[in-house]
Nanobody, 126 residues
Framework: QVQLVESGGGLVQAGGSLRLSCAASGRTFNRYETTLGWFRQAPGKEREFVAAINRSGDRIDYTDAVKGRFTISRDNAKNTVYLQMNNLKPEDTAVYYC?????????????????WGQGTQVTVSS
């Protein structure tokens, strides 16, 4: 099993920044070359891919909408993945979910991820 706990969401004005964190735990997590990713879901919309990073950090992927504004990183010693979000826009408003995939290959589709956190709300006001 893998447990994922997100933190760092909140309310921010457009142009501001937030940093999300996701702490992972569990025997399964440490046994595999786990990829960690972030997805988001706005009201009335499907969950969409945001970014993902493999364990070694040599495979990173972003959706086009956040390239140049968001940065994903991970600290393997702390089993934690981060999402630094800069120049936030109202359209970034969503619940952000951390997800773990028991593979070293980041993918963009939600069904390919094996474990999920409970989500953290990010609201960007205009």
């Amino acid at each position: 099993q893998v447990q994922l706990v997100e933190s760092g969401g909140g309310l921010v004005q457009a142009g501001g920044s937030l940093r999300l964190s996701c702490a992972a735990s569990g025997r399964t997590f440490n046994r595999y070359e786990t990829t960690l990713g972030w997805f988001r879901q706005a009201p009335g919309k499907e969950r969409e891919f945001v970014a993902a990073i493999n364990r070694s950090g040599d495979r990173i992927d972003y959706t086009d909408a956040v390239k140049g504004r968001f940065t994903i990183s991970r600290d393997n010693a702390k089993n934690t993945v981060y999402l630094q979000m800069n120049n936030l826009k109202p359209e970034d408003t969503a619940v952000y979910y951390c997800a773990a995939r028991l593979s070293r290959f980041p993918l963009r589709t939600a069904p390919d991820y094996d474990y999920w956190g409970q989500g953290t709300q990010v609201t960007v006001s205009s």
